[in-house]
């Protein structure tokens, strides 16, 4: 009942995406619009980056309902994320010699955001604000543009707040493959952020594989959620949790764990109710064929399953859930109460919304702001601390055969070979 539905069978994606890669690679912004034109029907004279008057054009074209929206997601965000800049380390490891850790922003980082089906202006936020404060050099934002639309106005509001200048205006795989070669208009990035779809996350994968010194932030599959709930917990609330992910695409998935027959029975009704209304209905439809409602024997076996599962979100609508927060592992993020939805922290609670999914919570950690970074070590020794390190590092050299890094601190010693 825990299976994952099948993401698209690499064997199809693969190769295509290799075949996209290689054009890019090659033809760089021909390719691009050859690309366009074909998967977004974008006229091939479009222009690639968004110009200053599409940003100016944006702002005035919002109302003042959804910028001050926009603008409290950012500062909640920025606030969570602030919080986590990174301090250097310097200690002493023994007389005279010093080490240090160092942190260091990735020069050039590139963001995609999803626009299949609709723009997502939170995803910009939640990689934009991140870029922002860790003080990269290059920001580089892509997103699909369907036809001879304009680009929605809320994406390039979100990334001007964020300070973004350079934004892509195509999707898919085409757009990964610019940021990492570049091309004469993208400018090539050192680390590639943000979901997308099948096609999008294996030209990730293979990118980071072809592309020496480029990295990505994580493996990204189909949303999902998954609910534990006990006997008081409002049906009508797990429901609609449940939809909220449900909607993403007929390949999410969502899961709910419950000691109460009465509540998933509740929940089930609550359901087709709540299903009547929504207009993505039938894409909610689909995702709950690959979802379930299973009846446990209790909470603490309700969070055992969510250990082996590993869920993207996690939420507890429990009376007491202090207890068991300590024993959950393999999450990406959690909502503890019966007022926290997982649309809280998809929008504007302040935690990051990218966070890993099909299990990868097991392994990977939600995006966060030392994502932007790279350290490095910094160590300063002196020639007695060197002497007395010396007693480490000649037997440990010898041990190993490396004659060379033994007769390196001989010579500074004064040591015959």
């Known amino acids: 009942m825990l299976q994952r539905p099948a993401v698209s069978a690499a064997d199809n994606v693969r190769p295509v995406c290799e075949d996209i890669l290689k054009r890019v690679q090659s033809d760089g912004d021909s390719a691009l619009r050859d690309y366009a034109k074909r998967f977004d029907g974008r006229a091939t004279d479009a222009p690639l980056l968004c110009s200053d008057l599409d940003f100016d054009d ?46 260091q922003a990735i020069d050039a980082v590139g963001i995609y955001v999803p626009g299949g089906s609709a723009p997502l202006p939170s995803s910009v936020l939640m990689q934009g604000v991140l870029a922002q404060i860790s003080g990269a050099q290059t920001v580089v934002l892509a997103t699909p543009v369907k036809g001879d639309t304009a680009i929605a106005p809320a994406i390039l509001y979100a990334a001007s707040l ?9 999707g898919g795989a085409p757009a990964i493959a610019a940021l990492a070669y570049g091309t004469d208009t993208v400018p090539k990035v050192n680390k590639i952020f943000g979901p997308g779809n099948a096609y999008v996350t294996m030209a ?60 998933i029975a509740a929940t089930e009704k609550a359901l087709a109710e709540q299903l009547k209304t929504l207009p993505r209905a039938e894409i909610a439809k689909a995702a709950l064929e690959n ?119 001989r010579i500074r010693l004064g040591e015959k070979q």
Do not use: W
């Open 58 to 103: 944006a702002e005035k074209q919002l109302d003042t309902e959804l910028k001050d929206a926009i603008k409290q997601a950012y500062n909640n965000i920025r606030r969570f994320h602030l919080a986590q800049v990174p301090k250097n380390i310097s200690l002493s490891t023994q007389p005279g010699v010093a080490c240090e850790l160092r942190y």
């Open 162 to 170: 964020c300070g973004i200048k350079q934004v892509l205006q195509i």
């Open 204 to 263: 990730k994968q293979l990118c980071a594989q072809q592309v020496p010194g480029l990295a990505i932030d994580m493996p990204a599959g189909p949303s999902e959620v998954l609910v534990i709930a006990d006997a008081r917990a409002n049906g009508e609330f797990i429901a609609a949790d449940l939809l909220s992910q449900a909607e993403h695409g007929p390949d999410s998935q969502v899961i709910l764990l419950s000691d109460s027959a009465e509540v």
């Open 291 to 409: 979802s379930a409602l299973i009846k446990v024997q209790s909470i603490a076996q309700a969070v055992e399953v969510s250990n082996l599962y590993g869920p993207e979100h996690l939420i507890l609508q429990l009376g007491e859930s202090a207890e068991f927060l300590p024993k959950i592992k393999n999450v990406g993020s959690i909502f503890v109460g019966d007022y926290t939805p997982e649309s809280a922290g998809d929008y504007a609670s302040g935690t990051n919304h990218v966070l890993p999914t099909y299990g990868y919570s097991k392994v990977y950690s939600s995006l966060s702001l030392l994502d932007f970074y790279r350290t490095y070590t910094v160590q300063t020794v002196t020639k007695s601390g060197l002497a007395d390190l010396a007693k480490a590092i000649i037997p440990m050299a010898a041990a190993e055969g490396l004659d060379a890094h033994a007769n390196a601190v």
